[in-house]
Nanobody
Framework: VQLQASGGGLVQVGGSRRLSCKIFSSFSVIDVMAWYRQAPGKQRELVAAITPSGSINYVDSVKGRFTISRGGAENTLYLLMDSLKPEDTAVYYC?????????WGQGTQVTVSS
């Protein structure tokens, strides 16, 4: 299983950005998929997660601003980020779980400038 994240970059405060994570897997079903982020000097934190049935969870700080979704025969994970704030600046990682195995993408940097 390989995950390839993309879509990061520099964006102004209040702007939007969409992250994508392509999942390459021989398995037909991926369990929970999620986006995490890690800001400088901070621990990696869960941003949003989505189950195969479509149940979604967000960290409180992004509720109402970020939207996680799955698409493309469910082998692509997206994170639409609106109303971006400087505190959203971080490296964003996608994560996929298959049974007890966990796989991570390489991370994509999002920088929000004021």
């Amino acid at each position: 299983v390989q995950l390839q994240a993309s879509g990061g970059g520099l964006v102004q405060v209040g702007g939007s950005r969409r992250l994508s994570c392509k999942i390459f897997s021989s398995f037909s079903v991926i369990d929970v998929m999620a986006w995490y982020r890690q800001a400088p000097g901070k621990q990696r934190e869960l941003v949003a997660a989505i189950t195969p049935s479509g149940s979604i969870n967000y960290v409180d700080s992004v509720k109402g601003r970020f939207t996680i979704s799955r698409g493309g025969a469910e082998n692509t994970l997206y994170l639409l980020m609106d109303s971006l704030k400087p505190e959203d600046t971080a490296v964003y990682y996608c994560r996929a779980q298959l049974g007890t195995s966990v796989y991570w993408g390489q991370g994509t940097q999002v920088t929000v400038s004021s």
